[in-house]
């Protein structure tokens, strides 16, 4: 449990560094159905599904200022190469991480005190 909650920390202390925010709200994308119904205001994506290139193609197209994308461990070892090197060259983040307990919602919003 203590390694869990280490780890969403670690993760929200790197997502605020990197994006200079101390309000973070993640777009939860719980399906490819999703992608059409993201907004350009989003910066921070989490995938529960494992995402095709084409799919992440569709993302960058719906959200210019995608800052970064969080997968689950066990879909980055399945992941294609292209989507890492994709994500860079539009200098989008690449996280690796679980957001577990959640509901199936769309935002979910994380306030580290």
């Known amino acids: 449990m203590f390694l869990k ?7 929200i202390y ?3 560094l990197y994006m200079g925010v101390y309000y973070l709200k993640i777009r939860m994308l719980n399906s490819r159905n999703e992608i059409n119904r993201l907004g350009e ?9 494992r995402p095709s290139d ?11 200022n995608l800052k970064a994308a969080q997968i689950p461990p ?4 399945s ?6 090197k994709i994500l860079k060259m539009q ?3 690449l996280l690796k991480g679980d957001l577990k307990g959640t ?8 306030i580290d005190k």
């Open 54 to 64: 084409i799919d992440i193609l569709e993302i960058l197209k719906h959200c210019p």
């Open 91 to 93: 200098g989008v983040e």
């Open 74 to 77: 066990s879909y980055m070892k």
């Open 103 to 110: 509901k199936v919602i769309k935002y979910m919003e994380v």
């Open 79 to 84: 992941l294609s190469g292209n989507v890492p």
């Open 41 to 49: 205001d989003e910066n921070f994506i989490h995938f529960s599904f």
């Open 5 to 11: 909650i280490a780890i969403i920390k670690f993760i």
């Open 14 to 16: 790197a997502v605020k």
